[in-house]
């Protein structure tokens, strides 16, 4: 069974267009989070969930927006998009909030917006 | 917050061992060393975590002197399949201590 599991893994799309990747983890976690990892393969956290709560939002632009309807989902939309969205999207989670951790991440999503 | 500088890449041989250090000379007290494995086109996962001395498991062993401001990864007789970009995090219980550097792009030649 997968851990952390992302969908989909390859998402190709217009300047302008709105997407969603979504992401779910079986191992009962009570913290999620999504990174966005550029070319240069810096990791950079986007969001942080706690038991559904928002916890960190990091200087990122609010055409990005997550959802989590329940603990074991954490669903990112994008809106807008732009050239510069062009990523490997990360999804991830532990067992609790402190930094410190072990995180399980998903396999990625890699955003390619044209 | 605890930054850390690591080399950018590392190259090797089969079956050498490998030691890739971290420095994080700000570490606060209450921080733990984490080290995580990346292999192209998979998410990072978790190889050790320590918070002083030395800690080995299966996999690696991190080596952490008294002062703690740096810290030493340790792969021993590496293969191929060890080839793998590896991080280097400082974090303690603040969830805002989730900072990531480029890692050390470890290549092993045959």
């Known amino acids: 069974d997968t851990a952390v599991s992302q969908t989909p893994k390859y998402l190709v799309t217009q300047m302008g267009n709105d997407k969603s990747i979504k992401c779910e983890q079986n191992?009962?976690?009570?913290?999620m989070y999504w990174y966005k990892q550029d070319s240069k393969k810096f990791l950079k956290i986007m969001f942080s969930y706690n038991n559904k709560e928002l916890i960190i939002n990091e200087t990122v632009p609010n055409r990005f927006s997550p959802k989590s309807p329940d603990k074991a989902h954490l669903n990112l939309h994008i809106n807008s998009l732009e050239l510069g969205d062009s990523a490997v999207y990360f999804c991830a989670s532990s067992r609790r909030l402190a930094a410190y951790n072990e995180q399980f991440f998903g396999p990625g999503t890699r955003l390619t917006v044209l | 917050l605890a930054k850390t500088t690591q080399p950018i890449s590392m190259d090797s041989y089969e079956g050498q061992e490998v030691n890739i250090t971290c420095s994080h000379n700000?570490?606060?007290?209450?921080?733990?060393i984490t080290w995580y494995q990346q292999f192209p086109s998979q998410g990072p996962r978790f190889i050790i975590q320590g918070y002083k001395t030395k800690v080995t498991n299966e996999v690696a062993s991190l080596f952490i002197p008294a002062d703690r401001k740096s810290s030493t990864l340790s792969l021993p007789r590496v293969s191929l399949s060890d080839t793998a970009v590896y991080y280097c995090l400082v974090n303690g219980d603040s969830n805002y201590q989730l900072i990531w550097g480029a890692g050390t792009k470890l290549i092993i030649k045959p």
């Open positions: 700000n570490i606060a007290t209450n921080d733990y």
């Open positions: 191992l009962g976690h009570d913290t």
